[in-house]
Structure formats: structure tokens, C-alpha cells
């Protein structure tokens, strides 16, 4: 089955750290970008990061780059997304989807997890 | 950064009608326009993608159209399936900003 699958997620006190994971199945994960969305309860959808299928080449939203970091592990078919310094307004569940680039380069989500939720408060 | 502007935000139908939901963007992206569909609850998923081109299993009656700043997705007769929130995404620089959605309510 083709699947994303979440977790991490949880509790945070503001300062403090977390870090997600997503595991890929059914699809042969080190041929994908990936990329890491979030939402905050109630909001918009707000692109976070994505990363090549070799990991070499990473990109963040200018508001995250400093305190996130997206790595891979191609041989356990997984996704990370490593999270510090974390404030109130990072509070959002966060989805972790697939790149699908098509015959010119393009970023199209066209596979994404069930999300894991990151709250962020004392 | 490109920003991505919907309208309308919320829109109000009945089962049966048409309906058009609008993306702007303000700066030129060609044809990297990505259309996904959200249930509350659920995961965005993704309906058409490069402006016009359908997701394998999407149902027919949605449709997209538009090139450079202009863009539009079309519902040509509404189910009881499609009342959902809909984001527009554009795709042709990063940061690959998403519009603010336009949640579709029965009316």
C-alpha cells in the first residue's frame, strides 16, 4: 500500500525541541523529493521544506531555516524533520508529502501523510 | 516570495450547482499551479496539477484553466462529496506558497 505515516508529534514547552519522522511504503521511497508542510489549527497550508531524493539538495522557508532541519535515511525508507528553538506559532500539525516532478521539474504534493500534530506551550 | 491570493474565501452551493474558485498570483508562475482538495480532518489531497492536467482518479467534473497570474478550478455540477476546502498552490519557486483556501459549504 501506498502510505505516509507521521509521527513524533506531541507536547513541547517553548524553547524545547522535537523531531518528526514519516515512513514511506508501497513506493520506491530514494526515487522522491520530499517535502514538510504544516498547518496551523484553523489556517492555511504553509510549505515548510523539501529535500532531493539523493538529500544533496535542501531548501526551507526563510522563517524556519535557522531552527529546522529535513534529512532522509534512503535505506529505512524515511523522512525526518528535526525541530528546535520552538515557539507557540509553531503549533500546527505537520505533513509530511511526496514530490512528484514530472517532465520539468515541477513540485507537485501528489501523496501525503495523515500529519502529526506539534503543540507548543507551558 | 510569490503570494497566492483566492477568492472567494467562502462560497455557499447547492448539490448540482457550478462553481468557480479563483487563484491569483502576484508575480507570473506559467503553468505551475496545483490545485488539493481538504476535508476537515483529513489530508489535503491533490486534485490537478500544472493548471489543467487532472490527478489520476479525480472525477471529471472538476476542471482547471489559466496561465501566468490568472487561474481557475471549476466544479461543473457539485456533489455532496465536494463540500471541502480548496487551496491553490503554485509550484514554480520556492517558496512553494499555498493560497488561503476557499471552503465550499452547502448551502
Known amino acids: 500500500q501506498v502510505q505516509l505515516v507521521e509521527s513524533g508529534g506531541g507536547l513541547v514547552k517553548p524553547g524545547g525541541s522535537l523531531r518528526l519522522s514519516c515512513a514511506a511504503s508501497?513506493?520506491?521511497?530514494?526515487?522522491?523529493?520530499m517535502t514538510w508542510i504544516r498547518q496551523a489549527p484553523g489556517m492555511g497550508l504553509e510549505w515548510v521544506s523539501y529535500?532531493?531524493?539523493?538529500?544533496?539538495?535542501?531548501f526551507f522557508a526563510d522563517s524556519m531555516k535557522d531552527r529546522f532541519t529535513i534529512s532522509r535515511d534512503n535505506a529505512k525508507n524515511s523522512l525526518f524533520l528535526q525541530m528546535k528553538s520552538l515557539r507557540a506559532e509553531d503549533t500546527a500539525t505537520y505533513y509530511c508529502?511526496?514530490?512528484?516532478?514530472?517532465?520539468?521539474?515541477?513540485?507537485?504534493?501528489?501523496?501525503w501523510g495523515p500529519g502529526a500534530l506539534v503543540t507548543v506551550s507551558s | 516570495d510569490t503570494q497566492m491570493t483566492q477568492s472567494p474565501l467562502s462560497l455557499s452551493a447547492s448539490v448540482g450547482d457550478r462553481v468557480t474558485i479563483t487563484c491569483r498570483a502576484s508575480?507570473?508562475?506559467?503553468?505551475?499551479l496545483n490545485w488539493y482538495q481538504q476535508k476537515p480532518g483529513e489530508a489535503p489531497k491533490l486534485l490537478m496539477y500544472?493548471?489543467?492536467r487532472l490527478q489520476i482518479g479525480v472525477p471529471s467534473r472538476f476542471s482547471g484553466s489559466g496561465y501566468g497570474t490568472d487561474f481557475t478550478l471549476t466544479i461543473s455540477s457539485l456533489q455532496p462529496e465536494d463540500f471541502a476546502t480548496y487551496f491553490c498552490?503554485?509550484?514554480?519557486?520556492?517558496?512553494?506558497?499555498f493560497g488561503q483556501g476557499t471552503k465550499l459549504e452547502l448551502k
Open positions: 508529502a511526496r514530490v512528484f516532478r514530472g517532465g520539468r521539474g515541477d513540485f507537485i504534493f501528489d501523496l
Open positions: 508501497g513506493f520506491t521511497f530514494s526515487d522522491f523529493y
Open positions: 529535500i532531493s531524493d539523493n538529500g544533496y539538495t535542501i
Open positions: 508575480q507570473r508562475i506559467n503553468s505551475y
Open positions: 500544472a493548471g489543467s
Open positions: 498552490q503554485q509550484s514554480y519557486s520556492t517558496p512553494h506558497t
